[in-house]
C-alpha cells in the first residue's frame, strides 16, 4: 500500500474517536506551555535568591510552582488517559470489523488462510495499530511541541549553549532508533521462542498416551531442555538491550548537562548570565531527554504499524464472493415446499483442470428421500455444498421451488436448509446448546424431540448431567456416532424443509441409520432429504437413489431398479453384500 493511503487509512481508524485526539493533543500542547512556563518562573526565583532574599516572595514563588505542576501533572494524565483510550478503542474496533468480515467471507476463504495467520493478525497487528495511534500519536505530539515551545526561550537564553549541549540529542535519537529496532527482533526471538515451547508442552500433553507407550520421556525431556534454553538466552539478551540502553541516555543527558555547566559557570563569573538562566537551561536540557528519546521508539513503532495496517486491510479488502444479489425474491421458509432441480449444473474449484460438478440435470420432488453414492471424490460433497451456496455457483443453475438460488437472500436460502457435514463439529459447551445452535431460544421438549428423532436421546439420559452434559475440548468426549447424531439432532431442531446428510451417519451402525431415515419419511411434514452414504443398505430405504462418478450423475432410479441394470450400482452393491458377508 502506498503510504499516502496507508496514512488515510490511519485516519479512518481515529476519525471515530477525534475528539479524544484532539482533546489529548491539545491537553498536551497545555503540558509542554506549562514545562516552558514553570523552569522561568524557577529562574526568577533563584534571581531573586542572589540579589533581594525575601522569604514571603520564595514562598509565593513555592506555592505558584507547586500549584502550576499540579495542574500540568493531571493534565499529562488526562492528555495520556484520553490518546491511550483512542488506541484501544482502535483496537477494539479493529478487531470487531475483522470478525464481522471474516464471517462474510466463504469457507473457501478459510481454505487457504490458516486460523494461525487470521488469529496473529487480529491480535498481534491490532496491537501495533493500537501502539501506533495511542502511543506514537502521544509521543509525536509530545515531541514536536516540546521542541517547537523550549527551544526559541532555550535560544533566547543563549543561543550557543543551547547548540552545543543539544548537540548530543541526535546521537541518542539514532541510538534509541537503533537499540529500538535490536529491541523489536530480540522481543520477537523470545515470543518465537516462547512459542516453540508451548507447543512442545501442547502437544507432548495431547500425545501424552503415544509418548508413555513409546517410552518417549527421555527425548522429551531433552526437546523441553533445549527449547527452555534457548528462551532463556533469548530473554537475557533482551533483558541486556534494556539494560544498556537506559544507562547511555541517562549518561548523554548528563552530557549535555555538564557542556552547560562548564560553558555557562565562565559567564555566571563575568556576569554575562545570571545564575537563574543557566538552572533554567538545566531543566528544559533535562526536559527534552524523555521526548528524544520516545521519538526513536515512535519510528520503530510507526514502521511497524505501517506492517500491520496492511496485513489487516489485507483482510478487510477481501471481499465476499457469495453474498446476496441486488435484488433478492422472496421465498418465505413456511412457504418452501421443497422441490429442488438442477439444470446443466457445472463446478469446477478455482486452478482444478476438470470439474467437480459436470453438467448435472435432476428435479428432486417435494418430500422425496434421495440417497446419492458414488465413488471416493464423485463430486457428492461438492453438489451438497452447492445448494446452500458455500460454493460460488453461477446463476441459472440450481433451483429451490423453481426459484433460481443465486437470487435468493442467503438467509433465506440457508434458512430453508439443514445441512449436517461430514465432519461433525461440536461447541464446547452443553449438550442442550449444541442441539439449540440453529434456534438458540427453543424450547427443552423440541431440543428433546430432535434427539429422539436423531436417535441420541437414551445416550444422553445416560451422561452425568444430561442435557447440561459439557461437550467438546472442556467436556466430555463424545463417541464419532454420538457426535454425528448430535449434529443430526441440530439439524432436526431447525425443521427446515430441506435436510441434507453428506456422510452424517457414517459412524452409526446400518441399522441405526436406516431407522433414522424411516423416521424422516414418516409424517405430514415431509423433508425432502439428500442423504449422501457409502451406507448402500441405509441408501436403499431411499426414494430414489442417485448414482455419481466423475463428477456426473450416471444413474438414477430405485433400489430395484438399480440393481436390475448393469452399471456401476450393481458393481458397488456387490461389492457391499460381499463386505455385508465378511462381518
Ligand atoms: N476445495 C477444493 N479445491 C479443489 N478441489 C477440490 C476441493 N474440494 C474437493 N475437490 C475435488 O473435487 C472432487 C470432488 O470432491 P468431493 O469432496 O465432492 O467428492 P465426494 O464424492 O464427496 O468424496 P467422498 O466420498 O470422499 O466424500 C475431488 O476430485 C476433490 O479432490
Same mark, same amino acid.
Given at each position: 500500500m502506498a503510504k499516502s493511503r496507508r496514512l488515510a487509512t490511519l485516519g479512518t481508524y481515529l476519525r471515530p474517536h477525534w475528539q479524544e485526539t484532539a482533546l489529548g493533543i491539545?491537553?498536551?500542547?497545555?503540558?509542554?506551555?506549562?514545562?516552558?512556563?514553570?523552569?522561568?518562573?524557577i529562574r526568577d526565583?533563584?534571581?531573586?535568591?542572589?540579589?533581594?532574599?525575601?522569604?514571603?516572595?520564595?514562598?509565593?514563588?513555592?506555592?505558584?510552582?507547586?500549584?502550576?505542576?499540579s495542574a500540568m501533572w493531571l493534565i499529562r494524565m488526562a492528555s495520556r488517559i484520553w490518546l491511550f483510550g483512542v488506541? @484501544?478503542?482502535?483496537?477494539? *474496533?479493529?478487531? #470487531?470489523?475483522?470478525? +464481522?468480515?471474516? &464471517?462474510? $467471507?466463504?469457507? %473457501?476463504?478459510?481454505?487457504?488462510?490458516?486460523?494461525?495467520?487470521?488469529?496473529?493478525?487480529?491480535?498481534?497487528?491490532?496491537?501495533?495499530?493500537?501502539?501506533?495511534?495511542?502511543?506514537?500519536?502521544?509521543?509525536?505530539?509530545?515531541?514536536?511541541?516540546?521542541?517547537?515551545?523550549?527551544?526559541?526561550v532555550m535560544l533566547s537564553l543563549s543561543w550557543d549553549i543551547t547548540l552545543f549541549s543539544l548537540a548530543v540529542?541526535?546521537?541518542?535519537?539514532?541510538?534509541?532508533?537503533?537499540?529500538?529496532?535490536?529491541?523489536?527482533?530480540?522481543?520477537?526471538?523470545?515470543?518465537?521462542?516462547?512459542?516453540?515451547?508451548?507447543?512442545?508442552?501442547?502437544?507432548?500433553?495431547?500425545?501424552?498416551?503415544?509418548?508413555?507407550?513409546?517410552?518417549?520421556?527421555?527425548?522429551? @525431556?531433552?526437546?523441553?531442555? *533445549?527449547?527452555? #534454553?534457548?528462551?532463556? +538466552?533469548?530473554? &537475557?539478551? $533482551?533483558?541486556? %538491550?534494556?539494560?544498556?540502553?537506559?544507562?547511555?541516555i541517562g549518561g548523554l543527558a548528563n552530557i549535555s548537562s555538564l557542556i552547560i555547566i562548564w560553558l555557562g559557570a565562565s559567564r555566571l563569573i563575568s556576569g554575562t548570565m545570571s545564575a537563574g538562566d543557566l538552572v533554567t537551561l538545566l531543566i528544559y536540557v533535562q526536559q527534552l531527554v524523555f521526548p528524544t528519546a520516545l521519538l526513536g521508539f515512535t519510528i520503530t513503532a510507526y514502521q511497524r504499524g505501517e506492517v500491520s495496517v496492511d496485513r489487516i486491510e489485507a483482510i478487510l479488502s477481501v471481499q465476499p464472493k457469495i453474498k446476496d444479489a441486488r435484488n433478492t425474491e422472496n421465498l418465505e421458509r413456511s412457504q418452501v415446499k421443497g422441490?429442488?432441480?438442477?439444470?446443466?449444473?457445472?463446478?469446477?474449484?478455482?486452478?482444478?483442470?476438470?470439474?467437480?460438478?459436470?453438467?448435472?440435470?435432476?428435479?428432486?420432488?417435494?418430500?422425496?428421500?434421495?440417497?446419492?453414492?458414488?465413488?471416493?471424490?464423485?463430486?457428492?460433497?461438492?453438489?451438497?455444498?452447492?445448494?446452500?451456496?458455500?460454493l460460488d455457483i453461477s446463476p441459472g443453475q440450481l433451483f429451490l421451488d423453481g426459484v433460481d438460488i443465486t437470487k435468493l437472500s442467503l438467509g433465506e436460502l440457508r434458512g430453508a436448509i439443514a445441512y449436517v457435514p461430514q465432519e461433525s463439529f461440536l461447541f464446547s459447551t452443553t449438550i442442550r446448546n449444541n442441539i439449540r445452535y440453529g434456534d438458540p431460544v427453543s424450547e427443552e421438549e423440541d431440543v428433546e424431540t430432535a434427539a429422539k428423532q436423531a436417535q441420541i436421546s437414551s445416550e444422553i439420559a445416560n451422561f452425568p448431567q444430561q442435557y447440561e452434559t459439557v461437550v467438546g475440548e472442556r467436556g466430555i468426549t463424545l463417541s464419532g456416532g454420538q457426535r454425528q447424531r448430535?449434529?443430526?439432532?441440530?439439524?432436526?431442531?431447525?425443521?427446515?424443509?430441506?435436510?441434507?446428510?453428506?456422510?452424517?451417519?457414517?459412524?452409526v451402525d446400518n441399522q441405526t441409520a436406516t431407522a433414522i431415515l424411516k423416521n424422516l419419511s414418516k409424517g405430514a411434514q415431509?423433508?425432502?432429504?439428500?442423504?449422501?452414504?457409502?451406507?448402500?443398505?441405509?441408501?436403499?430405504?431411499?426414494?430414489?437413489?442417485?448414482?455419481?462418478?466423475?463428477?456426473?450423475?450416471?444413474?438414477?432410479?430405485t433400489q430395484e431398479e438399480l440393481i436390475q441394470q448393469s452399471g456401476l450400482y450393481r458393481t458397488l452393491w456387490s461389492q457391499h453384500q460381499v463386505e455385508e458377508l465378511l462381518h
Open positions: 491539545v491537553a498536551l500542547l497545555a503540558v509542554n506551555g506549562l514545562g516552558v512556563y514553570i523552569p522561568l518562573l526565583c533563584v534571581n531573586k535568591l542572589s540579589s533581594d532574599f525575601n522569604l514571603e516572595d520564595i514562598f509565593n514563588y513555592v506555592a505558584i510552582i507547586a500549584l502550576l505542576s488506541g @484501544r478503542q482502535v483496537e477494539f *474496533d479493529l478487531k #470487531q470489523n475483522i470478525f +464481522e468480515h471474516l &464471517l462474510t $467471507l466463504e469457507p %473457501s476463504y478459510f481454505a487457504t488462510n490458516t486460523p494461525g495467520d487470521l488469529i496473529s493478525r487480529a491480535t498481534s497487528d491490532v496491537d501495533n495499530i493500537r501502539r501506533l495511534l495511542g502511543f506514537a500519536v502521544l509521543s509525536l505530539a509530545n515531541t514536536s511541541f516540546a521542541y517547537i515551545l523550549t527551544l526559541p540529542y541526535p546521537v541518542m535519537f539514532l541510538l534509541v532508533q537503533l537499540f529500538s529496532n535490536r529491541l523489536r527482533n530480540e522481543q520477537q526471538q523470545v515470543q518465537e521462542k516462547l512459542s516453540s515451547l508451548s507447543d512442545l508442552i501442547q502437544e507432548d500433553i495431547s500425545g501424552i498416551g503415544a509418548l508413555k507407550i513409546y517410552a518417549q520421556e527421555e527425548n522429551e @525431556r531433552r526437546a523441553f531442555a *533445549d527449547k527452555s #534454553q534457548r528462551l532463556l +538466552e533469548a530473554n &537475557l539478551d $533482551l533483558a541486556r %538491550s534494556r539494560n544498556t540502553l537506559f544507562p547511555i422441490e429442488i432441480s438442477a439444470v446443466n449444473l457445472t463446478y469446477t474449484y478455482p486452478g482444478a483442470n476438470t470439474s467437480a460438478l459436470d453438467e448435472l440435470n435432476f428435479t428432486i420432488k417435494p418430500g422425496e428421500i434421495i440417497a446419492i453414492v458414488g465413488a471416493i471424490g464423485s463430486g457428492k460433497t461438492t453438489l451438497a455444498n452447492s445448494l446452500p451456496r458455500l448430535t449434529a443430526l439432532a441440530r439439524a432436526m431442531l431447525v425443521d427446515a424443509p430441506v435436510l441434507i446428510l453428506d456422510d452424517a451417519l457414517s459412524s415431509r423433508k425432502t432429504v439428500i442423504f449422501i452414504t457409502h451406507q448402500l443398505s441405509a441408501a436403499a430405504s431411499a426414494d430414489r437413489i442417485f448414482v455419481m462418478d466423475k463428477g456426473k450423475i450416471v444413474q438414477t432410479g
